[in-house]
């Protein structure tokens, strides 16, 4: 049996845990994987938190003299999270789990969703990770990856469309999902569509595959899911990081430090991919929402894609970086920030023309040809494409420092930018 989803991709529809193709991180996607880089790691002894690099670039001292999130739960769906870690003690809500869904919950068999949760809301206590949003709340729920190898715990473990339905069903405003497949599962399309309902907020990892198949990631490809990119300390989106117009935003992603395993003895520094970027996409949302309680998911997804990083124009796109790199800080800090309607989708056009297809790898040169974004008019804009003239490359800005500097962090050599088309 065969169908498309909303957004257009062809492909098997597979219901059920029998008829999904196991895979590995660094191979196909087939059942839902958890998506982070591929990339040897080198264990970390000392401070982890020096190498969060991210933290200074989004200068998080001046955002939680606003906001740290606090009031916001969020809903990590992954391999399960330990609340035992020194950085998620007290931040893990493990009995505000629904029962049908709660198995194992707080239980890591891998050690990848701990990382997540980490990274969104660890307090940094012992020398941990320290999260974006430690005033933020974790509402963990365990589901079935490539990585849950044991044949009972499969057999307990919830399915991920039960998981969403459950997350819908919760208080948790945010959705964060690191794990994706290519293949459509129909389930898990109607539990997006009802979180959609209950007023949620998701997001999920476009994925890891972009130098081999770059196949299209679900669910971040399905209707009312942001789907989160990679990119790295320099502004470049990684080279695995999966592209194609389902792509909506970008954070960092490239050597993030992770748990190296579910033994939480040691953390690995050249961890991260689109995983550790979903999850600090999620955290920056949860910053927003704090500090505006009344907004609706609408209002602060809006306001994500509105001040996101970038250099083309205000509603184009990048198949690479999508609206650009988060900065929840041009958020908290403006006051008078118009949040738009409360009911209207911000990804509306994203998300009623479909999936469209992912364009050819990009290449290596910096001055390579870059296609630019098209206007309404089915007209080109102009765009550069060496890196002297740099003004219209594909670059984040990322607030740097308490005084408000700004640094340009460069994406030239995957400067390729177009419009999603039109159904």
């Not at 208080?171 to 309902?197: N, R």
């Not at 005084?403 to 460069?410: K, L, Q, R, S, T």
Request: proline share 4%; hydrophobic share 40%.
């Amino acid at each position: 049996m065969t169908g498309t989803s909303p957004r257009g991709r062809l492909t098997a529809y597979v219901a059920g845990r029998t008829g999904r193709r196991v895979s590995t991180v660094c191979a196909a996607f087939g059942a839902f994987a958890i998506v982070s880089s591929g990339l040897a790691p080198n264990a970390i002894a000392a401070d982890v938190q020096s190498k969060q690099w991210y933290l200074d670039a989004m200068d998080v001292k001046a955002m939680w003299k606003v906001s740290s999130g606090e009031g916001v739960k969020v809903a990590v769906l992954d391999s399960g999270v330990n609340p035992d870690t020194s950085s998620l003690k007290g931040q893990v809500l493990g009995d505000e789990v629904p029962q049908a869904v709660s198995y194992n919950a707080t239980k890591d068999y891998d050690g990848h969703g701990t990382s997540m949760a980490e990274l969104i809301s660890g307090t940094g206590a012992g020398g941990g990770l320290q999260g974006l949003a430690p005033g933020a709340k974790i509402v963990p729920y365990r589901v079935v990856t490539e990585g849950l190898t044991n044949k009972v715990d499969k057999g307990k473990t919830p399915e991920v469309a039960d998981a969403i339905m459950a997350a819908a069903d919760s208080d948790a405003q945010i959705i964060s999902m690191s794990f994706g497949s290519d293949i459509i599962d129909v389930g898990v399309e109607k539990a997006v569509k009802y979180a959609q309902s209950k007023g949620k907020l998701m997001f999920a990892a476009t994925g890891n595959d972009a130098e081999t198949k770059n196949f299209v990631g679900y669910p971040a490809a399905f209707p009312y899911v942001v789907g989160v990119a990679a990119a790295d300390k320099s502004g470049k989106v990684a080279s695995y990081s999966e592209h194609g117009n389902y792509v909506d935003l970008a954070a960092p992603g490239v050597n993030v430090p992770l748990w190296c395993d579910a033994t939480f003895r040691t953390y690995c520094a050249e961890s991260g991919g689109t995983s550790a970027a979903t999850a600090l996409t999620s955290a920056s949302a949860a910053l927003i929402w704090s500090a505006h309680p009344n907004w609706t998911a609408n209002q602060v997804l809006r306001t994500m894609i509105d001040t996101a990083g970038r250099t083309w124009k205000k509603g184009e796109r990048s198949n690479y970086l999508g609206y650009g790199a988060v900065r929840p800080r041009m958020v908290l800090e403006n006051s008078s920030i118009d949040p738009g309607s409360a009911s209207a989708d911000p990804l509306s056009f994203e998300n009623g023309t479909g999936v469209t297809g992912v364009t050819a790898s990009p290449s290596a040169s910096a001055s390579a040809q870059s296609q630019a974004p098209k206007n309404s008019s089915g007209g080109q804009t102009s765009a550069a494409t060496s890196n002297s003239e740099g003004a219209d490359n594909t670059m984040l800005w990322v607030a740097l420092g308490a005084a408000g500097a700004v640094v340009v962090i460069g994406g030239g050599a995957f400067a390729v930018v177009r419009s999603r088309r039109s159904a």
